[in-house]
């Protein structure tokens, strides 16, 4: 009973504590309000049918619901095409989400045709130029065939034009070279395939974390041979121009900063995190320290110095804290205590990386998955106050350490793709005459090979990070 009491009480609250605006009326800044224009593009062609639509409309409704609708907010605009693109719901012409899920619902299905290109080269030129926002642009183009017109060139008009392509193809008869030349590159992040209507809804949630991503994370950080979406924090809170020692980590290029009591590396969170932080996403850090007390090597402070977000070392215990929103009570806070926690207080140099969902939080130390604790849903952080790196808890004063790196990746599969290449000598000492002839084995193998089975692509990529590396 208890537990069934517990459950309305965070359902009832849920929508209350997740309000943009909080008592003194500063706004939480997350997905739910990053100012963003959004266009659902809809395939109504004949080979949808009038059942499958109802499920797209049932999506449609359930992704919006995760957004706060307004002129400040979150725009939802809506194309259905078949032989002809149909202005469904105009940007714009509604200011609750209360209006706009009733709209969408009343959405009647047409039938035809799949003129695809057509439908996005209408939403480029009666909403999304209609509109006289500045802010991030989305299109969503959903199709179950391939289109009986050119897309390429109105796809490129589109992205001419700042508007960021998602394409999902539905069932057997979609085009995969087609879906590419719709999205945005890469592939990989903005095209999706489900096996027939009823699948879609197992692609809700990943598309809601993508279209955070693309409304909170304006920033791309080089990685390897790909961009990834994201925050370097410490380019962020200006280390290059603050701290004046830089310290070489052999074998590697790659130089760390040696930070002293001295350093002040604080900036306001509007200038870091300016809408927030996505629901998922990778912390990533690279330190070394001789710290005994307990200190946070990165917060994010409200106006009044109250952290609400943070990730701190406890010299004393020898213990990780991780700290973030929540609805129950405000805030929340895991504590990591596992044995191998202690390897980062050895005054040697490690990596730090969390991967914090909507549901747990988990530790990496040096690439290797330490612990994983459950989470309460969370809030958005207010960004009216202070986002910090190296000092002690409840304290301005700064604390004496080096870091290399310090980053949050908005893509949570970012993750798998994470090495620790920047730690001296986490890759031990490797022979020319090995290294050489990992590469020429591996382009055999590449060239040699007529297709690579899908199990042997996390292989390739960890051979790709491993020539990172050396």
């Known amino acids: 009973m208890a537990h069934h009491i517990s459950l309305l009480w965070i359902i009832l609250v849920l929508p209350l504590r997740n309000s943009v605006l909080a008592e003194d009326g500063e706004i939480r800044s997350s997905c739910r309000t990053a100012p963003t224009d959004l266009v659902f593009i809809l395939d109504g062609s004949y080979s949808v049918g009038p059942e499958n639509f109802e499920i797209v409309k049932k999506w449609l409704v359930n992704i919006t619901k995760n957004f706060d609708i307004g002129p400040k907010f979150i725009q939802v605009g809506v194309v259905q095409y078949s032989d002809y693109p149909v202005l469904e719901i105009p940007l714009g012409s509604h200011d609750s989400g209360e209006s706009l899920i009733a709209a969408m619902e009343s959405i009647h299905y047409l039938g035809g045709n799949t003129r695809t290109g057509k439908a996005i080269q209408f939403a480029l030129d009666y909403l999304f130029a209609k509109s006289s926002r500045f802010l991030t642009k989305i299109a969503v183009v959903l199709t179950d065939g391939k289109s009986q017109d050119e897309v390429k060139d109105a796809a490129e008009a589109a992205r001419d034009n700042k508007i960021t392509l998602f394409a999902i193809g539905v069932g057997s008869e979609t085009e995969d070279a087609e879906l590419r030349a719709i999205a945005n590159k890469p592939s990989s992040t903005y095209v999706f395939y489900v096996e027939d209507y009823i699948a879609i809804s197992k692609i809700r949630e990943v598309m809601k974390q993508k279209l955070c991503e693309e409304s909170v994370c304006p920033t791309r950080i080089p990685v390897a041979a790909r961009d990834e979406k994201g925050f370097d924090i410490l380019l962020g809170l200006g280390v290059k121009k603050k701290v004046k020692k830089r310290i070489p980590l052999s074998p590697t290029k790659i130089k760390g900063y040696e930070v002293t009591s001295k350093v002040d590396l604080s900036e306001f969170t509007s200038n870091v995190f300016p809408e927030g932080l996505p629901p998922s996403y990778v912390f990533v850090s690279t330190q070394r320290f001789k710290v005994k007390k307990m200190w946070d090597l990165w917060r994010i402070l409200t106006i009044d110095g109250r952290p609400q977000i943070a990730v701190t070392l406890n010299g004393v215990d020898k213990t990780l804290l991780f700290t ?134 996390r292989q390739i990529e960890l051979i790709f990070m491993y020539f990172e590396c050396i």
């Open 324 to 457: 973030t929103t929540s609805i129950i009570n405000g805030s929340q806070v895991v504590t990591f205590a596992a044995s191998q926690v202690k390897t980062l207080f050895d005054e040697g140099w490690h990596q730090i990386r969390l991967l914090v969902t909507e549901q747990d939080v988990t530790l990496y130390i040096d690439d290797q998955q330490i612990e994983t604790k459950p989470l309460h849903p969370v809030l958005g952080i207010f960004i009216s106050g202070q986002t910090q790196i190296g000092k002690y808890s409840g304290k301005e004063e700064t604390v004496q350490f080096d870091v290399q790196k310090l980053r949050i990746y908005c893509d949570p599969e970012q993750n798998n793709r994470e090495t620790a290449c920047e730690i001296p000598g986490f890759n031990g000492e490797v022979g020319l005459e090995a290294i050489i002839l990992l590469k020429v084995i591996f382009v055999l193998w590449v060239v040699l090979l007529p297709s690579i089975n899908c199990k042997y692509i």
